[in-house]
């Protein structure tokens, strides 16, 4: 890369969401001697692995000029499905199979509103959000289910290879795959022709609502999958399970440079976005920060990332403006 590419890097929001990640590392590394320890690392990531797997898709469906607010409702009730199958009897196999459906069920249910009907998926995805978690209250009322097999339990709970949790090397599979789509085929093309303009995208020939149904679809699968990992790193599921992880996957997402009206965005800024979460919330769990002020620094990171780049974008045409009319004008 030239010096002119890579002075254009650093200032693009990329480089400024990597300018924040060393700061942030530099601060937690000063306030705690055990930041900086392998088994802290790998304990950030696996603290919050659920919601960063989820946080791939989202990128496509907002990139895509959409949003999925139903992604932690989908998570809960796929993890419930398969704990209520449990409970009767069904082998978990089994189970897994049934939540992983569900969630696809659940997105084709968003997607064929959103495609089809043309509602917006503001509007549907929060229905979603609320009907998916009161299906799941109803599935196991207020009880606890536990008793998973041995095998399950260790899916989310010891490293599969050593020091590395099944669901950290699933997120990074999934990272590459997602890298690869969006960013290096006409698929993820489409993603992006359809966020900046839908009509435009339909009178090119692009099939509207195949993509987005396919998205929306994928988006449920995926949140089912988190589901159920965060199932067997608990070892119990309950009917609120992941409620509230809706706030924590949006502001990576948005806080990576995705524009929540669509068409703009790289996988790249929501990897350093994501860290920039990570590492936040575990610089403050380290120092003994509560939860709560913790959810409230990632509520003004949501409004930031939405504010932020809309100001620099007034920034950049100002200045571009009196550029031009500070030109000499020919004669």
Not at 103 to 114: K, S
Not at 116 to 135: D, E, M
Not at 264 to 270: A, D, I, L, P, Y
Request: aromatic share 8%; hydrophobic share 55%.
């Amino acid at each position: 890369m030239s010096s002119s590419g890579l002075l254009r890097r650093l200032r693009s929001w990329e480089g400024l969401l990597l300018v924040i990640l060393i700061l942030t590392i530099i601060f937690n590394a000063a306030q705690s001697p055990f930041y900086l320890s392998i088994n802290n690392f790998i304990n950030m990531f696996q603290l919050s692995i659920e919601k960063i797997i989820v946080a791939l898709m989202m990128t496509f469906v907002i990139i895509n000029g959409e949003i999925d607010l139903s992604i932690a409702s989908v998570m809960g009730l796929s993890a419930c499905v398969m704990a209520a199958l449990h409970e009767g009897g069904v082998p978990v196999e089994i189970g897994i199979l049934a939540g992983l459906a569900v969630g696809a069920l659940c997105g084709a249910f968003n997607g064929f509103w959103v495609a089809f009907v043309g509602l917006p998926s503001l509007a549907v995805t929060l229905a979603g959000l609320i009907l998916y978690r009161g299906v799941a209250r109803i599935l196991l009322e207020t009880r606890s289910i536990t008793g998973f097999p041995e095998w399950f339990n260790r899916l989310g709970q010891q490293p599969l290879i050593d020091p590395f949790p099944a669901a950290l090397i699933i997120f990074a599979v999934l990272l590459v795959v997602a890298v690869i789509v969006l960013q290096h085929t006409a698929f993820g093309r489409y993603v992006y022709v359809i966020g900046n303009n839908r009509e435009a995208a339909r009178y090119s020939g692009v099939r509207v609502r195949r993509v987005k149904m396919t998205l929306f679809i994928v988006s449920g699968l995926v949140a089912a999958l988190a589901g159920l990992l965060l199932a067997a790193r608990f070892g119990a599921v309950r009917g609120n399970l992941a409620e509230g992880f809706e706030l924590d996957i949006i502001t990576m997402v948005l806080l990576g440079g995705v524009s929540i009206f669509g068409g703009k965005g790289t996988m790249t800024g929501v990897a350093l976005s994501i860290l920039i979460v990570l590492n936040l919330r575990n610089g403050m769990g380290l120092v003994n920060i509560t939860g709560h002020i913790q959810t409230s620094v990632i509520g003004f990171l949501l409004i930031g990332s939405i504010l932020l780049p809309n100001v620099l974008q007034d920034v950049r045409t100002t200045v571009a403006r009196r550029r031009m009319r500070a030109q000499p004008v020919e004669t």
